[in-house]
């Protein structure tokens, strides 16, 4: 009889939360885990299990919430990026909701943007998330683009992706824009560690234009719908920063990879890699 697999305890609250597990969740809480505490990464765990929301069962991540929100972990608490545990909700529920009601009926704060200004409503994955945030806030939802559907990448595919996308960065360097591959596991931590390899290569002194790179979390979720969003960042304003964008936009169409972008330094390039699964 085979040996079921062995699943991994989480070893502290932050991990439980972020696994949406809540049985593991409220050991922790019994045990008298502080919920106001932050990670190294700067997130509370009733952040952590926000962000679990693109891939976890959603009654999980409910049941998750609902432990810390009445543990009393902070709902206005903001991380390194300028999000509330509401916005990160909105930023990764891929379909229904249900956790960014249950946060709003714990009192959370509707009408946030992040530390780049970005709204809520506009920085929302799910239309049906966007339509309750507007009607929330008044806050008018951004033109529907009509998504393609997800289609799960071949280890092929990926692997003629990657091919495309490093040829992508090449131009991307050639033209003074810093690159990096699966940097860091969140957006956050890659814009971070990007900007790092921007600074330590000299920067704008060195005739560097600005940054541009894909998180761990984007790379896992290419795999899983054929789309990979794109980071970037170009000083000292936001013209810089549309033409760093157009920049990269223009190199994955040079490889044959079509983009959708709506021209701003608000939204990440999402570049499309169905072709490749063709």
Known sequence: MPTPPKTETPADLFAAA??????????????????HAVDAFGFTALERAASSLDRA?????LATLRLLIDAGSPLEHIDAGGRTALYLAAEFSPDGPEAVQLLVDAGARPDVCDAHGNHIVENA????????????????????IVRKLDQKMSATAWKLARTRIDA???ALEAAGIVTAHAQGDTQDDGHDDTHERFVERGGTAAGLKGFCFYSGDDMKRAKRTSDISIGFWGPPDSAAMERIGQAIVDAFASVGLPAEWDGTERMRPSIDLRSLSA
């Not at 972020?18 to 919920?35: E, H, I, K, P």
């Open 18 to 35: 972020c696994a949406a597990d809540a049985q593991t969740t409220a050991a922790f809480l019994a045990a008298d885990a502080d919920v």
């Open 57 to 61: 069962p959603m009654e999980n991540v």
């Open 125 to 144: 994955w799910s239309p049906r998330v966007k339509a309750l945030l507007s009607a929330l806030t008044g806050r008018a939802t951004p033109e529907v």
């Open 168 to 170: 992508a960065f090449v």
